[in-house]
């Protein structure tokens, strides 16, 4: 597939007489931007080679290009912007905004500008003298081609998939296109029922989106009545070749795919802006932060962010609370009423028993940023210094905000300054939602929260802290980590049983009578604290706790005990399932004795005794 290239600037010379600091903070993006496409251009060589390991690499270099690039830029201009005494803007900016008007990607230059000159002149709040505020800088667009491929069609049939298969450059990597085409197109009429025979045209974005050890096209149908569907097909790279994994039609499932809770894409394109709009059609309730972050561009997701949260603050109601749920120990947390994001304040003291602090909390954060999350990890954005009114927080939340983090919050005058803070997507603390929804819903989500744990063991990742409030639960009931405080490798915590007391004395004592080591976990002590009494209890007990523990003993057996115990492991799985765990059982046993109660012929085929 092709990509736009990104229109030339007019070869700036930053040493050049002529030149100014604008010249310099455009140079100094186009360098960046050259490093940030030059790491994403290697996902289709890493896809290709089946270099999953590599592409991990990759990932977490792109993520330093942004911050490097601006510590560069601010060394070089230091000491030589000056805000501008006057109400009218700073030259630097005026001329930077017609340096790039022209630009596909405009606004995330506009971005990099930003960042560059508040770290220069120290800016605190927003001075749109110097940086462009809410309106963003002025794009100049100009007539080109469209960013899609348009591919006609008479209806869903297997010539279109293969067209669709074509325009990726992969085709003769495919392992039987022609076979997958036919089943992709069966897959996909089954979806769209009547819809089907209405398709006139595909138009597909000409880059793959890559993640992990996946490539996605990404497409829309157009009916001829001129509405338009979402078309995303998953490839996997097997080893007998390229094969589709899904069709996916459904709008929910592709929202699931661009989820917050997921790693960057790497899409090859120098025109997000466009392809931000292309994205739109196809997830027209997904906030647009969410898609420039999606695709790589976070540091302007944040800026787009900071706007959408401006805009809903224009309403004079609008005012700052406390979030539902039980208070957190590490972070005050709170929410502005109709809008889909949390805010959270690290407090200047943590409450019993939490011993971590603050530079620890921080640093957890930023694993999280730079790791894979694998739908199980809200994504979270960092911001400094934000200014609100003083009478945009309700005054119990600001009492607590002045009196639990000074370190953080701070008033002048009518203005509330916060120094640091971390934003994420607001979901449903899950200790709310059980409580609320009724048995069915309930029991979804506790089999999801074992999915999650379980998830995030395969990314050995362990939450530390299991409790429900912990988690939340998406408005497409996905069960998501969000408490970040306790986390930590799965292969750095050490399971262990609990010792059994020797005497009257050990049984009653209200305090451990052995040692226990910082990262020792003991996980027959959780269900009793994880899920309240009843039939939710009764869903996780069955097998599911159980099954989520093999997962965290299979990633951590480099860590884990020498004898493991899994007790009722085949409830409410047979067949292939059963079989799959039979198979994990006896990888788990190599080198340790693995005891497994089970009433299933699958498993126990697997044991030595």
């Known amino acids: 597939m092709q990509t736009a290239a990104v229109e030339p600037s007019g070869a700036i010379d930053p040493s050049s007489p002529s030149s100014g600091p604008a010249e310099e903070i455009l140079c100094a993006y186009e360098a960046?931007?050259?490093g940030f496409l030059a790491v994403t251009r290697r996902a289709e060589g890493r896809f290709l080679r089946r270099q999953w390991a590599e592409g991990q690499r990759d990932a977490r270099e792109r993520l330093t290009l942004y911050p490097a690039a601006i510590d560069r830029a601010v060394a070089a201009l230091r000491g030589r912007l000056r805000a501008p005494a006057g109400a009218d803007d700073a030259e630097f900016k005026t001329r930077f905004q017609?340096?790039?008007?022209?630009?596909p990607d405009a606004e995330v230059a506009a971005t990099f500008f930003n960042s560059v000159v508040r770290r220069v002149l120290g800016t605190r709040g927003v001075d749109a003298r110097t940086e462009f505020t809410a309106d963003g800088v002025d794009v100049q667009a100009a007539e080109g081609e469209p960013l899609h491929r348009a591919l006609a069609a008479d209806g869903v049939n297997a010539a279109l998939?293969?067209?669709?298969?074509?325009?990726?450059?992969?085709?003769?990597?495919?392992?039987?296109?022609?076979?997958?085409?036919?089943?992709?197109?069966?897959?996909?009429?089954?979806?769209?029922?009547?819809?089907?025979?209405?398709?006139?045209?595909?138009?597909?974005l000409p880059f793959l989106f890559y993640r992990n050890k996946a490539a996605y096209v990404v497409a829309r149908l157009r009916l001829r009545s001129g509405e338009v569907r979402p078309l995303v097909v998953p490839l996997e790279h097997r080893p007998?070749?390229?094969?589709?994994?899904?069709?996916?039609?459904?709008?929910?499932?592709?929202?699931?795919?661009?989820?917050f809770a997921r790693s960057y894409f790497h899409a090859h394109t120098a025109r997000p802006r466009d392809t931000v709009a292309f994205l739109r059609t196809l997830m027209p309730v997904k906030p647009v932060h969410e898609l420039y972050t999606a695709i790589g561009h976070n540091r302007h997701g944040k800026t787009a962010l900071y706007r959408e949260l401006m805009e809903h603050l224009t309403d004079p109601a609008a005012r700052f609370e406390r979030a539902e749920g039980v208070r957190g120990l590490v972070m005050i947390v709170f929410t502005l009423p109709g809008y889909a994001v949390v805010f959270k304040v690290i407090r200047d003291?943590?409450?019993?028993?939490?011993?971590?602090?603050?530079?620890?909390?921080?640093?957890?954060?930023?694993?999280?940023?730079?790791?894979?999350?694998?739908?199980?990890?809200?994504?979270?954005?960092?911001?400094?210094?934000?200014?609100?009114?003083?009478?945009?927080?309700?005054?119990?939340?600001l009492e607590e905000l002045l009196n639990g983090a000074r370190s953080s919050v701070i008033e002048e005058g009518d203005r509330i300054v916060i120094r640091h803070l971390y934003t994420e997507r607001r979901l449903r603390p899950l200790d709310l939602y059980l409580r609320e929804s009724p048995p069915p819903a309930a029991e979804a989500a506790v089999v999801e929260y074992g999915n999650a744990i379980?998830?995030?063991?395969?990314?050995?990742?362990?939450?530390?802290?299991?409790?429900?409030?912990?988690?939340?639960?998406?408005?497409?009931?996905?069960?998501?980590?969000?408490?970040y405080d306790e986390l930590a490798l799965l292969t750095d915590v050490r399971f262990r049983a609990l010792p059994r007391a020797r005497n009257d004395d050990e049984e009653m004592s209200a305090v451990p009578f052995f040692w226990v080591d910082e990262q020792d976990v003991f996980p027959v002590q959780w269900l009793p604290f994880l899920v309240p009494a009843g039939p939710l209890r009764d869903t996780a007990s069955g097998g599911e706790l159980s099954r989520v523990m093999l997962a965290l003993m299979s990633v951590a057996a480099e860590a884990g005990p020498a004898t493991l115990v899994f007790d009722e492991i085949d409830a409410g799985v047979g067949g292939q399932t059963a079989r799959a765990v039979g198979e994990e059982l006896r990888t788990l046993a190599a080198g340790r004795q693995v005891i497994c109660i089970t009433h299933l012929p699958q498993i126990a085929a697997f044991a030595e005794t």
Do not use: W
């Open 32 to 34: 960046y931007l050259d």
């Open 98 to 103: 017609a340096l790039v008007a022209r630009r």
């Open 161 to 204: 998939f293969v067209e669709l298969f074509r325009a990726t450059g992969l085709l003769d990597a495919f392992a039987d296109a022609e076979a997958d085409a036919a089943a992709c197109a069966d897959a996909a009429r089954e979806q769209l029922g009547e819809e089907a025979e209405g398709v006139g045209a595909v138009e597909a």
């Open 240 to 259: 007998e070749g390229v094969r589709p994994d899904a069709v996916l039609t459904d709008r929910d499932e592709v929202h699931r795919v661009f989820s």
């Open 349 to 397: 003291v943590f409450g019993a028993p939490k011993e971590v602090e603050r530079e620890q909390v921080m640093e957890k954060y930023r694993l999280v940023f730079a790791r894979d999350r694998v739908g199980r990890l809200a994504d979270a954005q960092e911001f400094e210094h934000l200014q609100f009114p003083r009478d945009r927080f309700d005054p119990d939340l």
């Open 454 to 483: 379980r998830d995030l063991a395969c990314a050995n990742i362990f939450p530390g802290d299991l409790l429900l409030k912990n988690f939340g639960v998406s408005r497409h009931g996905r069960v998501i980590f969000y408490d």
